[in-house]
């Protein structure tokens, strides 16, 4: 009976604790928003080069009544996630295979290590003289950045897996890819979601730099025609775009996570 009841006090301060958490995830964006705020109108900043909350909420509105800002979010949405999709759906199937056979991983190591550290912006006049100035050159960038950091995370927990649950799976008389199914595929989950994560992370980044080569429509774009016209406030209101769909996207991932991965919060 008492071990019931210390459950459910030790239950209700947990909830009064995840409460608080999320009152000061709320009220902390704002009271910064107020300083802000207070700093702009009090002149302690360049209200030219930082605008302001206020300024910049004005400028907001029209650009969603009039759905302007809304077309080009939709845009970047569609390149973002084909980028995503091309990158990290073969460097997941890549990753467990070079996790699993040690030849693979030993023949391809070498270029992933001379590869990846290269920045993928330096590599865009290459990506636009075979891709061309269309939508696959700005997906391909997306691609490349996605595709690598997918691939180590994926490799890595595939690596990271005991193994006697291949082993076990192997004396059991399990196929190459009933072992990809059973055991590295879930196993490696975790690190895969990882992988998922920081790639989404990078294809916010690099959708801003893709946009910038003739492009005419998209977030990243709004940007850079804001910039050309110095008009800082259109640059804020493409900003925090990006940054509500960082937010979105990071918790689309967090949701199939809990779903691919149920035991991890267990």
């Not at 979010?73 to 070079?98: C, E, H, N, Q």
């Not at 006049?125 to 995370?153: D, H, Q, W």
């Not at 998209?218 to 775009?241: K, N, P």
Request: net charge positive.
């Amino acid at each position: 009976m008492n071990i019931m009841v210390d459950k459910g006090a030790e239950d209700l301060k947990n909830e009064i604790m995840l409460e608080k958490q999320n009152l000061i995830a709320v009220v902390t964006p704002l009271i910064l928003l107020l300083i802000w705020e207070f700093m702009a109108r009090r002149h302690l900043i360049d209200v030219r080069l930082f605008s302001s909350p206020s300024r910049i909420f004005k400028t907001f509105v029209p650009l969603i009544l009039s759905g302007e800002i809304i077309y080009h979010t939709l845009i970047s949405i569609k390149r973002i996630l084909l980028g995503f999709l091309v990158g990290s759906l073969p460097a997941v199937v890549l990753g467990i295979i070079m996790g699993l056979i040690p030849a693979v991983r030993a023949a391809l190591m070498p270029l992933v290590s001379v590869i990846f550290p290269i920045p993928k912006l330096a590599i865009m006049p290459l990506i636009l003289i075979v891709f061309g100035l269309g939508e696959a050159s700005k997906i391909f960038t997306i691609a490349i950045g996605v595709f690598f950091l997918v691939l180590i995370n994926t490799m890595a927990g595939v690596m990271n897996i005991e193994p006697i649950y291949i082993d076990v799976a192997k004396s059991f008389g399990a196929k190459p890819g009933q072992i990809y199914k059973t055991v590295a595929i879930p196993g490696a989950l975790p690190m895969i979601f990882a992988g998922f994560k920081l790639g989404m992370g990078t294809a916010l980044l690099l959708i801003v730099a893709a946009e910038l080569s003739a492009a005419k429509a998209g977030v990243g774009w709004m940007i850079w025609r804001a910039y050309d016209m110095f008009d800082i406030e259109r640059m804020f209101c493409a900003l925090l775009v990006l940054a509500f769909l960082g937010y979105v996207f990071s918790y689309a991932l967090e949701f199939l996570e809990k779903i691919a991965i149920p035991w991890k919060n267990r």
